[in-house]
């Protein structure tokens, strides 16, 4: 069967919370790439300093984690690699304009969640 394009299917798309929740990995490698333009071990190496044990990254769930991204047009490829030396096997990615919106309602998502769970268990977490 072949797929039907429809002007909401490809509203909804566009949509931020169509991509909520995020993967705790894939939240991770939009938060390692806010900062910039990074190659993939770069990336893995962030944000398992950066994570502390809660998440760890593998190269293999590191890049199908950046497939997905790509796919979704969170994250794009760099065409042009950035000057000084460097592995020319190297990839380097970025977030895109969508990547960084849909970054920041995950954020506001998980803040939500936290401020909720605060009041709900009358506990104060540690953060």
Not at 19 to 38: K, N, R
Not at 63 to 91: C, K, N, V, W
């Amino acid at each position: 069967m072949r797929a039907v394009y429809t002007l909401n299917a490809h509203m909804d798309r566009l949509r931020t919370d169509h991509f909520l929740p995020l993967t705790p990995v894939a939240f991770e490698i939009l938060l390692a790439l806010a900062d910039g333009e990074q190659h993939g071990y770069r990336i893995m190496q962030d944000v398992n300093a950066r994570a502390g044990g809660a998440v760890t990254l593998h190269a293999g769930t590191l890049y199908r984690a950046l497939a997905r991204l790509l796919e979704q047009e969170l994250i794009e490829e760099l065409d042009e690699r950035p000057t000084g030396p460097d592995d020319e096997r190297r990839r380097y990615y970025r977030l895109t304009a969508r990547g960084r919106a849909v970054a920041v309602a995950e954020a506001t998502r998980l803040s939500h969640q936290l401020a909720t769970a605060r009041a709900r268990l009358a506990v104060e977490v540690l953060l």
